[in-house]
């Protein structure tokens, strides 16, 4: 039966960017003059006197700041400490300058500061090349997304594994813009990013000290008890893309001020500095991950979503959408006459199936070897139709069952 027009539910209406918690001064009712000061010490602003256990003056980092000064109260006992923070906070509002913004996003949402620098060659007075933002941008995000993968598990190469978790931990992950391709911070939220913050700040130096061991002994060893620490092959590669083409880089965490450091954690840690140096060490050390991964024995349950064989009989390849037993979107899978048959059935009436094999780590762990056991998997009817409707919305224009025609379809992984 269909809904009335005034009977529908309201359209949920995103937020527009600007409403964001962000993109508005804080609330001066909320700020820590404790915390403010610190914020401004880390970005570069200078304080240049004012009065001592009361309030302080502070100009903003880099020439051209003099004309600029906030005034801090140091506690909230100073009588008008609300009014000064909400004139420092305006202040910071009104001003362009990068380090005026991170204070503000730092304010907002109480956030682990992540940064890169990278000393690219200059240009004609000092411009960088056009690719220096995207190289930057591209090496940290890589970096962010390989310690997102190790808070999920420890491995030396997770290639598709944990991807879409990994990926999800990003999305409150706040970024400046880059500095010329050669300076970028990112936020990461406390309460959903301080896990990956840790794990990065952790494997950062753990990778550097690997590095500098084999470096003195020629002996890879340090890397496989890096692991442990989160350094893994798609670290190596990103530290890697962060170094190539420039002549040395540095990464460093710090902690999000009144929050507390976390434990196992410095206060606070100079920046873990790599060079061109490092690169052959590191591509080696990302071959050595890839190579000596083992391949998991699993259970996978999912729904199969292509087959392909190349004549009406014989052994054929089923994609499956993964749905329990391994920490991949889908699955490839090499199946003998009966287990196909009994996959293509099972696809038939809607229902997932269960098989046991190898999750092989050739192909980033899309590949399921060893394939034997395929039973169908009983499910309720709502869930049934559940899937049934998630097969026709995703996979509508691909060629699900053809073995009564006996076409060939190109599997794209």
Request: charged letters at 25%; proline letters at 8%.
């Amino acid at each position: 039966m269909r809904i009335r027009p005034q009977e529908e539910l309201p359209r949920q209406v995103r937020p527009h960017p600007d409403d964001l918690s962000w993109h508005r001064p804080p609330d001066p009712a909320q700020v820590d003059p404790a915390v403010l000061g610190a914020l401004l010490r880390r970005h570069g602003w200078q304080r240049r006197g004012g009065a001592p256990g009361r309030y302080g003056r502070w100009t903003p980092p880099g020439p051209g700041g003099g004309g600029t000064s906030l005034l801090v109260p140091e506690s909230r006992a100073f009588p008008d400490s609300d009014d000064l923070l909400g004139e420092a906070l305006d202040a910071l509002a009104r001003s362009e300058t990068p380090a005026a913004r991170e204070v503000l996003i730092s304010l907002a949402v109480p956030s682990d500061e992540i940064r890169w620098w990278r000393e690219s060659p200059s240009g004609p007075a000092g411009a960088a090349p056009w690719t220096a933002d995207e190289q930057l941008r591209g090496a940290a995000r890589q970096m962010l997304l390989a310690a997102a993968l190790a808070t999920r598990a420890r491995a030396g190469y997770y290639g598709a594994r944990h991807r879409r978790a990994a990926a999800a931990l990003l999305e409150d992950v706040l970024v400046s813009p880059a500095a010329e391709g050669r300076h970028l911070t990112a936020f990461a939220p406390v309460p959903t990013g301080r896990p990956l913050a840790v794990r990065l700040h952790q494997a950062l130096y753990a990778a550097r000290e690997a590095i500098d061991y084999q470096r003195a002994t020629g002996g890879m060893d340090a890397f496989d008890g890096a692991v442990e620490a989160g350094v893994s092959r798609e670290l190596t590669e990103a530290l890697a893309a962060l170094v190539r083409g420039t002549e040395g880089a540095r990464v460093a965490v710090a902690w999000a001020p009144g929050e507390g450091v976390p434990e196992g954690c410095a206060p606070s840690a100079e920046p873990v500095e790599f060079s061109p140096g490092d690169l052959p060490v590191l591509r080696e050390a990302a071959a050595r991950y890839l190579r000596e991964e083992p391949s998991v024995p699993v259970r996978v349950t999912g729904a199969v979503v292509r087959m392909r064989r190349s004549g009406p009989g014989g052994e054929g390849t089923v994609r499956l959408r993964v749905l329990a037993g391994a920490e991949v979107p889908h699955v490839r899978v090499t199946l003998d006459e009966e287990d196909y048959r009994i996959a293509g059935h099972a696809h038939l009436v809607g229902l997932p199936v269960r098989v046991h094999g190898r999750l092989e780590r050739r192909g980033g762990f899309r590949r399921l070897t060893g394939a034997c056991g395929v039973v169908p998997v009983q499910v309720d009817e709502a869930e049934r139709d559940r899937l049934m409707k998630a097969f026709q919305e995703t996979d509508k224009e691909a060629a699900f069952f053809e073995e009564a025609c006996g076409e060939a379809y190109e599997e794209q992984d």
